[in-house]
């Protein structure tokens, strides 16, 4: 399988709407990772469902969250990077109205469906999206 480069920008117009007005995602498949960007407002009322997969790498563009991750809290903001251990349950909170984060996984989250226009099927929204 053959991939071009591809840029994820966060202020594209084309982010998929997951949740309108509260929640836009977009992601890119690589050949063993997968990128997600997130933008999420505070009024986006995300299920409390915690996350649990293999590793994570979370950049923090913009905003303040708290994650709750194995029993401890962990303020992240703006500029901020923090690698998620595999299968370490997780979960964010939001601190400012609006937050956007990009997220590399490994392996690929075949969950989040084909690249494009398709909406992504997210199992942290439960049967939302």
Known sequence: M???????RHDDDRLQTVI?????FKHLHGQSCSVALYKMRSAADLPTQLNCH????????SGECKL????????LRAGDTILIPAFKEHL?????DEVVLVSVFVPRREEFGPEGDQPPRLSFLGDGA
């Not at 309108?20 to 836009?24: A, T, W």
């Not at 293999?54 to 563009?61: F, G, H, Q, R, S």
């Open 2 to 8: 053959t991939h071009k480069a591809r840029v994820l």
């Open 20 to 24: 309108p007005g509260k929640f836009e």
């Open 54 to 61: 293999e590793e994570e790498v979370t950049i923090m563009l």
């Open 68 to 75: 709750h991750i194995d029993g401890e809290d962990i303020v």
């Open 92 to 96: 964010g909170e939001f601190l400012t």
